[in-house]
């Protein structure tokens, strides 16, 4: 499981383990690092341009002893200094002694570069890039390669949110643990692609955010025992669909007949659209609590106005999924009442209908977004995106790292929401069931769109969950 913690908790643990080390030695064994990085990055150390940006903190000086080190191997590194007076003297003095040089005119070096080392800013940082540092980053030229230290300059490391001006690397070295900001869009998306160099750090107490892999997903997968029959393992009813939109109902259920559960029952307007596609779906006309015994529902994907079962839904004492339509009449209070736990998945417009605000407010500040919900709301919520997020009213936020832009497609929610349901009724509580359905539901999408990416249908996704399944087991 990737961790990730907050600025203050580095800090801490930083000055604790300084503390145990001689002067200096943890700097050198970030810039010992970050330098592999720099070289696995140009391919040929011997004879690149390499230019680097230094700030006033300590990712400057990590750039300048990684510099030092490219340096003594044949590059020809220039460093541009935003604070000349405040560079850190003992890189700075590394650098030249390794053949290094300070940069005369940094447009210059900039326009020559073959790989920029982003040394601005800290993880301390906020509020975007200041003027100058902004002026040198835009004249990075296409061709050279960016590299960040710890994160791209001018994202927030605490929550991912890029308030102005900042980097865009292509690759981000971070320190001794991750920092929520790069798991999180919009920050995520500027950091390019992630390496952990461990300096020794051990970072107490709980993280901020956490992202799942193969094996924690692996352990979490429902599997049925020697004696289970369909109604051990589950059954997961389906209220969706709608006369307007029949498909929900059917990508609903695709979904949910792939997500762990035994059976799954079906009530809603589209029972004929679903058995043609699904004939072993268990179909009801309605009302829900007439339809047999469920562990879970799931109510919302296209149900447009009928909104008459949400009511008989969330009477039901077992945990409830609400999702797309379904949202739009929740109410706080609603929930809060329930004794069974409650699963809100929301897009970014569905959140900001829930908490009154703007769309764009709630995609530039995701993580503040999905904690105020669960808080509000008294429940789990998977806030899909571009990085889909999971909180509740306590523990670190998990952080999806499947996926792929393909799965910006229409009905892919619904799926999800089948899928998630499913895995609520085969036993698992709701955080973990948001969290395994949506890293199923991005793995499934990432086959679907094959390795260099194509366009894909939601009923695609659907049809490779089976085999996104197999392959977190294997």
Same mark, same amino acid.
């Given at each position: 499981?990737?961790?990730?913690?907050?600025?203050?908790?580095?800090?801490?643990?930083?000055?604790?383990?300084?503390?145990?080390?001689?002067?200096?030695?943890?700097?050198?064994?970030?810039?010992?690092?970050?330098?592999?990085?720099?070289?696995?990055?140009?391919?040929?150390?011997?004879?690149?341009?390499?230019?680097?940006? /230094?700030?006033?903190?300590?990712?400057?000086?990590?750039?300048? *002893?990684?510099?030092?080190?490219?340096?003594?191997?044949?590059?020809?590194?220039?460093?541009?200094?935003?604070?000349?007076?405040?560079?850190?003297?003992?890189?700075?003095?590394?650098?030249?002694?390794?053949?290094?040089?300070?940069?005369?005119?940094?447009?210059?070096?900039?326009?020559?570069?073959?790989?920029?080392?982003?040394?601005?800013?800290?993880?301390?940082?906020?509020?975007?890039?200041?003027?100058?540092?902004?002026?040198?980053?835009?004249?990075?030229?296409?061709?050279?390669? /960016?590299?960040?230290?710890?994160?791209?300059?001018?994202?927030?490391?605490?929550?991912?949110?890029?308030?102005?001006?900042?980097?865009?690397?292509?690759?981000?070295?971070?320190?001794?643990?991750?920092?929520?900001?790069?798991?999180?869009?919009?920050?995520?998306?500027?950091?390019?692609?992630?390496?952990?160099?461990?300096?020794?750090?051990?970072?107490?107490?709980?993280?901020?955010?956490?992202?799942?892999?193969?094996?924690? /997903?692996?352990?979490?997968?429902?599997?049925?025992?020697?004696?289970?029959?369909?109604?051990?393992?589950?059954?997961?009813?389906?209220?969706?669909?709608?006369?307007?939109?029949?498909?929900?109902?059917?990508?609903?259920?695709?979904?949910?007949?792939?997500?762990?559960?035994?059976?799954?029952?079906?009530?809603?307007?589209?029972?004929?659209?679903?058995?043609?596609?699904?004939?072993?779906?268990?179909?009801?006309?309605?009302?829900?609590?007439?339809?047999?015994?469920?562990?879970?529902?799931?109510?919302?994907?296209?149900?447009?106005?009928?909104?008459?079962?949400?009511?008989?839904?969330?009477?039901?004492?077992?945990?409830?999924?609400?999702?797309?339509?379904?949202?739009?009449?929740?109410?706080?209070?609603?929930?809060?009442?329930?004794?069974?736990?409650?699963?809100?998945?929301?897009?970014?417009?569905?959140?900001?209908?829930?908490?009154?605000?703007?769309?764009?407010?709630?995609?530039?500040?995701?993580?503040?977004? /999905?904690?105020?919900?669960?808080?509000? *709301?008294?429940?789990?919520?998977?806030?899909?995106?571009?990085?889909?997020?999971?909180?509740?009213?306590?523990?670190?936020?998990?952080?999806?790292?499947?996926?792929?832009?393909?799965?910006?497609?229409?009905?892919?929610?619904?799926?999800?929401?089948?899928?998630?349901?499913?895995?609520?009724?085969?036993?698992?509580?709701?955080?973990?069931?948001?969290?395994?359905?949506?890293?199923?539901?991005?793995?499934?999408?990432?086959?679907?769109?094959?390795?260099?990416?194509?366009?894909?249908?939601?009923?695609?996704?659907?049809?490779?969950?089976?085999?996104?399944?197999?392959?977190?087991?294997?």
């Amino acid at each position: 499981m990737r961790t990730a913690y907050s600025v203050a908790a580095v800090r801490a643990a930083e000055r604790e383990l300084m503390g145990r080390l001689p002067e200096g030695a943890l700097m050198q064994r970030a810039a010992a690092g970050l330098a592999v990085a720099c070289a696995e990055l140009l391919g040929k150390v011997y004879g690149a341009r390499v230019v680097l940006l /230094v700030g006033s903190g300590d990712n400057g000086g990590d750039a300048l *002893y990684a510099g030092a080190r490219l340096a003594r191997r044949g590059a020809g590194v220039t460093a541009v200094l935003l604070s000349p007076g405040r560079a850190h003297p003992g890189g700075l003095a590394a650098l030249r002694a390794a053949g290094g040089r300070v940069a005369d005119e940094a447009r210059a070096a900039l326009a020559r570069a073959d790989l920029v080392v982003d040394g601005i800013v800290g993880i301390g940082g906020r509020g975007g890039l200041r003027p100058e540092a902004d002026r040198l980053v835009r004249a990075v030229p296409k061709s050279a390669r /960016v590299l960040a230290v710890d994160l791209p300059s001018g994202v927030d490391a605490d929550t991912g949110e890029v308030p102005g001006d900042a980097v865009r690397a292509d690759a981000t070295v971070t320190f001794g643990t991750y920092k929520p900001g790069l798991l999180i869009d919009p920050a995520r998306e500027r950091a390019g692609a992630l390496r952990l160099v461990d300096i020794g750090l051990d970072v107490p107490g709980e993280p901020t955010a956490e992202a799942l892999q193969h094996a924690d /997903v692996a352990e979490l997968l429902p599997r049925p025992a020697a004696e289970s029959d369909k109604y051990r393992r589950g059954v997961v009813g389906v209220v969706a669909g709608s006369a307007r939109y029949p498909g929900a109902a059917v990508l609903a259920v695709a979904g949910a007949l792939r997500g762990g559960a035994g059976a799954v029952r079906y009530v809603g307007p589209a029972a004929d659209a679903v058995l043609a596609h699904f004939p072993e779906t268990l179909v009801h006309a309605g009302p829900p609590h007439k339809a047999g015994r469920v562990q879970a529902w799931v109510i919302g994907p296209g149900i447009g106005e009928e909104a008459e079962a949400l009511d008989d839904v969330l009477a039901a004492d077992v945990p409830v999924l609400v999702d797309a339509d379904g949202l739009r009449f929740l109410t706080p209070e609603r929930v809060r009442a329930r004794t069974a736990g409650t699963l809100l998945t929301p897009h970014a417009g569905e959140a900001a209908a829930l908490l009154g605000r703007d769309r764009a407010e709630i995609e530039a500040g995701r993580l503040r977004s /999905v904690r105020e919900l669960a808080a509000g *709301y008294g429940a789990t919520v998977l806030l899909k995106g571009s990085t889909t997020l999971v909180a509740d009213a306590a523990g670190p936020v998990r952080v999806n790292p499947t996926g792929t832009g393909w799965l910006a497609t229409a009905g892919s929610g619904d799926v999800l929401s089948g899928l998630t349901g499913s895995l609520l009724a085969a036993g698992l509580p709701a955080r973990e069931a948001a969290s395994v359905g949506a890293y199923l539901h991005g793995l499934a999408a990432r086959r679907a769109a094959g390795v260099r990416g194509a366009p894909i249908t939601a009923s695609q996704v659907a049809g490779h969950l089976g085999v996104a399944w197999r392959d977190i087991q294997d």
